[in-house]
């Protein structure tokens, strides 16, 4: 070890003691010992549980917001109204014929068909819900 860690130790431990309130005395050898000691006797009574699991936050709102967390936090997921949605609720098929349905009901399909002289046909991988436009 050169003298350069020697140092870097030093102003560490004189930051330390320097925190927490002493001045720093070259005659005076417990100087980190009391330090410790002073730092160690913090009030960790507004501290949070680690058992709470975020319970005991005080203003979980102020607490979303420090985090950077959204309205989309607060939202579950699903298909319903007002919640995430679950993209694994919306059914696919991507084939030849194939289809894609989207939140709210809309399906989009594509597919090949024939033409006869009564016009085209498609068979369609599902059914529309209402109707083929």
Known sequence: MDEAIFDAWQ?????????S??????????????AIR??????????LAKDQNGADIP?????????????????SVGTGENQLPDMSSFPN??????FQEFPGG???????????SAGVTIQFPTSFRHQCF
């Open 59 to 75: 203003d979980k709102l102020v607490f979303r917001e420090n985090l950077g967390l959204m309205e989309a936090a607060l939202r």
């Open 21 to 34: 309130g002493i001045k720093l005395n070259k005659d005076q050898h417990d100087q980190l010992y009391k």
């Open 38 to 47: 002073t730092l160690s006797k913090g009030d960790f009574s507004k501290a």
């Open 106 to 116: 809309l399906i989009l399909q594509w597919g090949q068909g024939g033409t006869t």
């Open 11 to 19: 102003e560490e431990v004189c930051a330390v003691i320097e925190r």
């Open 93 to 98: 098929r991507f084939n030849v014929n194939g």
